[in-house]
């Protein structure tokens, strides 16, 4: 590994699996959460204030997915 974090960003309707996602990514060495997102929406503009590497997406979501 270069020493470079994995920025991710979880988008999930459930705040239990935005959380419970949350809870297992921040124990990987080379993760860093950067956002979660509660809808399709709201992720894309968290991809442009945060620039993630990696989403992790809920494939049945409101407004957007």
Known sequence: MNGVA???LIVDDSALYRQSIR???RD???VD???V????VEAL????DVD???LTLDVKMPDMD
Not at 37 to 40: F, I, L, M, N, P
Not at 45 to 48: A, L, S
């Open 23 to 25: 809870n297992v990514l």
């Open 33 to 35: 959460v950067v956002g």
């Open 52 to 54: 993630p590497d990696l």
């Open 45 to 48: 503009q968290k991809i442009e």
């Open 28 to 30: 990987i060495n080379g």
């Open 37 to 40: 997102a509660k809808d399709g």
């Open 6 to 8: 994995t920025r991710i």
